[in-house]
């Protein structure tokens, strides 16, 4: 069993075929065949089978994956510490949701970037539910969201700091300027909502009782902070979003708190898998995200209510 074949099997699970596996690897069709029939002599069991729909792991290769894809990722930091000289280097992917990839962790790349020349950063926006399984499964290295503190079953965690959230309307907005919003408002009013799936929704829905609601509000899920605010701007419903994303629409009144207090406590944080440790480019990730998001946060603090 070696890193190749191991690829080779990675690869035909994700893409669902041999042929478009090889195009991926830039082989032949024959010798991606032969790298996975090697691994299944090995191991002594079928890892993979060919369905009407396409190839698909077996019960066998489904428990060999997220270890197939940690030994193929340690092979390669290993041949890439042997001229590191103890820096960190290397690929490190990265799941964050879009309020924080956009507004928390882009002077995180920057202190990077000036920093550690041989790092890489490969940083996707999946659903936050999403990031969390996909670090679990190894598909990820760490992952950032916006969710209550709690324990990750299986995955070390780090709070970067307490994520302020706020209910936001356009000028014309039925609830906004009102002192009296009820539960009742908030669960009629249509929604804008960025970070799909982000667990501060969750949060919320339990709050004001959505969560096991026959009729639900008109919801639009859009993929962008600064969609949704616009819509918003526009008239098309209100949004909770992270306080940090709408300081400025807030100051120059282009966007404006619904009078609800949010009776949750949301924090970003940031969670990798147990025994990433020897992984310098992640510890440096992690290290600086904790350090640069709290003077940050330090430098946002709320004033008055209304976000410097």
């Known amino acids: 069993m070696d890193a190749p074949q191991l690829d080779a099997f990675i690869t035909v699970v994700e893409v669902g075929s041999f042929t478009r596996a090889a195009a991926r690897l830039h082989l032949s069709q024959p010798t991606v065949t032969t790298r996975i029939k090697s691994l299944e002599l090995a191991l002594g069991t079928?890892?993979?089978?060919?369905?009407?729909g396409g190839v698909r792991p077996t019960a066998a290769g489904a428990?060999?994956?997220?270890y197939a894809r940690e030994i193929v990722r340690l092979?390669?930091?290993?041949?890439?510490?042997?001229?590191?000289?103890?820096?960190p280097h290397g690929r490190i992917e990265?799941?964050?949701?879009?309020?924080?990839?956009?507004?928390?962790?882009?002077?995180?790349?920057?202190?990077?970037?000036?920093?550690?020349?041989k790092m890489q950063l490969s940083m996707h926006t999946p659903a936050a539910d999403n990031s969390v399984t996909d670090v679990r499964d190894g598909r990820l290295d760490c992952a950032f969201f916006i969710d209550s503190q709690r324990e990750w079953e299986g995955l070390r965690a780090a709070v970067l700091c307490p994520e302020p959230l706020v209910l936001v309307g356009g000028?014309?907005?039925?609830?906004?300027?009102?002192?009296?919003?009820?539960?009742?408002?908030?669960?009629?009013?249509?929604?804008?909502?960025?970070d799909s799936d982000a667990g501060?929704?969750?949060?919320?829905?339990?709050?004001v009782g959505l969560h096991d609601a026959a009729e639900r509000p008109r919801t639009f899920e859009l993929g962008s902070v600064d969609a949704v605010k616009r819509s918003v701007s526009l008239g098309l419903g209100m949004a909770l979003l992270p306080a940090v994303t709408v300081r400025r629409e807030l100051a120059e009144r282009r966007l404006f708190p619904i009078d609800?207090?949010?009776?949750?406590?949301?924090?970003?944080?940031?969670?990798?898998?147990?025994?990433?440790g020897s992984n310098t480019g992640l510890e440096a990730l992690v290290d600086a995200a904790i350090r640069v998001v709290r003077e940050q946060d330090d430098e946002t603090a709320p004033v008055g209510g209304v976000p410097r």
Not at 46 to 52: D, G
Not at 171 to 178: A, K, S, T
Not at 200 to 207: P, T
């Open 260 to 276: 609800w207090t949010v009776p949750f406590e949301a924090y970003s944080q940031v969670v990798w898998r147990p025994g990433s």
């Open 171 to 194: 000028p014309d907005h039925l609830l906004v300027g009102r002192s009296d919003v009820t539960r009742e408002d908030l669960r009629t009013a249509s929604l804008i909502r960025a």
């Open 63 to 66: 428990d060999l994956l997220p």
């Open 94 to 117: 990265v799941g964050a949701i879009e309020s924080l990839a956009t507004y928390r962790l882009l002077p995180v790349v920057e202190y990077l970037y000036w920093r550690y020349p």
């Open 75 to 87: 092979t390669g930091r290993a041949r890439q510490a042997v001229g590191s000289g103890g820096q």
């Open 200 to 207: 501060y929704h969750r949060l919320y829905e339990q709050a």
């Open 46 to 52: 079928m890892l993979v089978e060919r369905l009407p």
